[in-house]
């Protein structure tokens, strides 16, 4: 059971190693006559490149992407779309070192046992956090999809190192301010403290972990699958598919395990003929089904687990305790880069769950 | 996409209604050779039997499992393992008078959209937590075959309403004091206070929400698989098909992105020639795979959404804003119920893992 | 790999054994609001139903459907459609003999060593022609599906033993006489003799094979899924499903391959606005897709397996060569039994690629 | 439903067009530690290239595989194998003049339905014979690990325009014949005639059928699953994804509709404590699982639909009659190319299978 596809109707399979050749991905499932603009892919792509702020890895790529088939005079033709990604600045030398050496916090230990070692342990092999510039480039398309039937997703940080938002923002204001800081975040004021917080913990040697809250707006009601293809079970899935995600919650998420019944109830009533809930607890989502209202998912990342502080660890050829010391380009916190991630995430997911229920409009 | 299977190695099927003739599943892909036991599955199934304190629903089933394929001579075969509940104990009045009143907090709304009106509303059809039944029954045979490999799941309470346990309890508390108390706390002085809570709610109409925590001991690592079946991933995907979860964790959860990495990351050690972790932030799993620790994952279940407090609605016929009093026989909490719910929801996952990652041993 | 499910979009699961408690089907992915008319299964199911004449098995099986789940007030749901079937006219005795004795031609062999010997050996347990019984009724409801597309799915016997049809009947023909004569023959004439030819068959404990053509009528173009998903391809696989299957060919079949292209490609025309084909060698698909002209398959079934004639074996637990005489209850043929099953199997096809691609109605 | 993978255990995915930027196909499910040769696959590529003898097309393709993801110094690594090979011969011109235009025995009229005529029609674009190129790729490393459990698949042609085989070849004859003639013929002479057909068909601009069948030797008994992932049901389904195939048979096929009981069955026998069969008209599968005989499959290729001779269609924009006179480069018959496509596949679907059976050993 080794899978690298995503869904059911709208499948993603990503492909590459950190420092292969390439990453890449084929998106299978995407109806024909979508129009896919210059600059479409690599604007999402953009989002999420290593190196615009200090908050993040010094790793230069530019991200070029390349589309090698499923367009066809600048529309989805219904094939496979694949797209490829070089890897160009890669430096794997850090890597020899600990090659046997399983970094505390990465995945290297048990994909060693998985892999009978024969991984390609450079930069983590494909448990990179580079294997989410493909979900990205996929994203750009779902979100086409998605803005053909009005739906609108947004990503932004809400938590960093347990600096949270000062209130809750309002769409327009998340809308507005997320991409006017290096954190994504709605409150500028809160987001230079949040940056101050992550400088702080690079400085040391350290790193530092953030929640990112993602909202569908318009998603229509009736969308999903009982019992076991919820549209929350698999949003859920795809976001712990992102390295790092050790946490994921809709609406009032754990907090509703505190309240009571009539507390946490979203009541409904009519507004202009639409049916509404005065609260959304649910996170508009309820026995796997959208029910119209926004759908509200956070996701809690753990700090990434390159640091530069001594460690323990195991060396696994010679079975003994030793110390590590990582070198290395890492970034300190995964803020701003895993906001698109995130985005892309859910928009592939809620395509996925669109065209099975038959709501994804002809696109022609 | 209905899809009401789970799993790719271990597959498991649901179906029936709430008030329908019967719930049952079909599992597929048991290897063949398991003894399953005289009362091996009624046992699981009398944990989550209703009607056995004041704090669950007075409806009363004897949950008799009628075991109607994949068994011979004692043994499984191989072959699809089809079992099936008649539900008894039912009374649909109720539901007549809201046919076209959704009840917030449940699925009545979004049902309704995706059915196209031609659902059954019977005591929530499909939708119900007696759907439960039959991955509980499921549940037992996976249990079954993760103790041949020496594999144990164990879930416990660890919150009711806000009230919580003092202390971080051992797994031998866990074993020795969950089924002392209905709440299944190892914590039996808290555990009175929590019973207390969800009494209190309970008079009032009320509804009180909980968390439970599942721990899988003795997986070994390696099991799962990037990027896309990751085990943590389809744990969550499986826990959200249980209704009213709304946030699932794994090890330091939501509290990990408050850490700094220093502090999170789980660093080595080996014991009597095993690799360890000092610490469990990562709930047993990295990068999607098991890492040999304690697979250590928590579900907040929201108040159970039927209240006896009038609520507001709309009907959906007559299109205009109603008020809603519900009757019927529910449950204030969904503790003690959902305990051996979220033990058979994890187990399943985990067996489906173990086989596609060929760690499930020959039963024979 | 043990999978007895078939399809993406309907799913259908097979459960139990020939001389189990019962055996019985999941479809899943039907659309809500089909009407289910009272005896619309059974009609289906008594097309299969053994002991109608004497070239069939004694075995005496009333075939009584018991609906168990996902309709409701006469129409589906959309939730999964449990059928199930008892089993009631079972004689296990002639198979203690036999246990360890493979039957030729039989899944004995093989279905041991894959179950380890675990299986259940009564009357081929899931090896049996019974399995398809369940189909038959999935089949009843794909049928209804299909029906209100204008969809007509039909099958008859072309060759039982070489003796094949004078000439290719029409579909009125076929209409009118394949339910005349018990070989389900559009050729009446012909119909006797391979009655003949399968009582004489029958007559010296042997028996026969026989050629069942299938016929999709009204198919618009376009559905199937090209590369791997063909609308052949999955039309192939469900067909090798039913026992016995050894050949199936689609058009002008094996033929084609004596054919130059020039004779061999239909040629396109328009008829009253509507594009046809001169002939219809492709069996009505090009590329994996339906063209909008007939569906036209054929399926090849060996002689069934169970002759009273003495054959040489292996004793599986001794390991040595034994001789074997069956006793028991056989078909000598496998019309007119299978008739229906190939119609049923077609169909359930059918419906999970028009619903993968959107084509088929809302049935509301 | 697009879709382009095939396999549960080992999953290949297809993309490209036939006059994009190049065509390709990830490989996913592959176990860690496989050696790949340098040449491995190019060998395999080798054998499927145009270009090498009259009776192929002309067009002139090095198909230079670049693997780019998936191997790590010279060995898998358990992670998706992703292979590209770029299109250079390329020559669209032809196609702009038939756009409209559905060739008669192609996909065209289908696939522009299906597409809404957004298709990339260059070519064929996917429904092109040049899809096959990466089934081969793949095909490569499904030998390679096939290798290991001392599996041979032997592809050879049996019949050319109906000139056929005149005795039954060895196995060894068919090892040491087949690549002595370019129509892969275990019979050389035969071959010669053969040979002369298909250049007369090409002669008069005319097209000829093949019939290929496929050997599989030393597949343990027990691999494959009832009911509905039958080893043969798959088998065939991925033979039908190769373009042109319109029947498929295993064993005595549909000639075995023709024998009765006592002739068809396959009596077994121990040879040095080996169980086999006397005769092999199952072609090594029963009941849906190989039953230890080599596996023997036979397909039917149509003659391959694109003619120099003048043919009706529909121009589907002016929707009127028009005649079509096909210009390009194209292959009078599918032989020798389509030889080593029906390896690959029928490797792919073996490995699928017996990983799914836990029946590849482990490589390392």
Redesign the interface.
Known sequence: ??????G??L???????SH?????M?L???P??LAVEEGMVERELDKRRPGLDEISSSRREADTV?V???L?QG????????M?IRNRDVDSTPYEAIRNK?R????D???Y????????YRGG???SGR?TAPIVAAGAIAKGLLSLSGIEVIAHTI?V??ISLKKLPTIDEIRRERYSNPIRCADPSQAVKMRDAILQ?KNVG??????IECIALNV???I???????L???I??????I?AV?????????Q???????????????EE?V?K??TN???GI???????MPIVVRA????????A?P????D?KE???VSLTLSGRHDPCIVPRAVPVVEAAVSICLV??M????AIP?V?
């Open positions: 059971m080794s899978d690298n596809t995503f059911k109707n499948k993603i399979t990503v492909f590459g190693e292969g050749t390439l990453v890449g084929v299978d499932g995407c024909a006559g390349e090698v088939s499923g066809f529309r989805t033709t219904g094939a496979p779309i694949c490829i399983p505390p916090g990465h995945a230990y048990p994909a046992v998985k892999s009978g070692g024969y991984r390609d092999g494909r448990f294997m938590e190192g347990g913990a350290d790193s530092i972990g953030v929640v229509p009601p009736g999903g699958s009982p019992i076991f293809d919820n929350d079970g698999d859920a899935k795809i976001l712990f598919s390295p050790k946490g994921v919650e809709f609406g009032a998420g754990f509703a395990s505190r309240l009571r019944g009539s507390e946490n109830n979203d009541q409904y009533f009519l003929g049916i809930t005065k607890n649910s996170g309820l026995g796997g089904l959208s029910n119209g809690a990342f753990k700090p990434t687990p390159s640091i502080l460690q323990r660890t195991v696994l079975m003994k305790d996925d769950h065209i099975g229920s038959g002809e022609l």
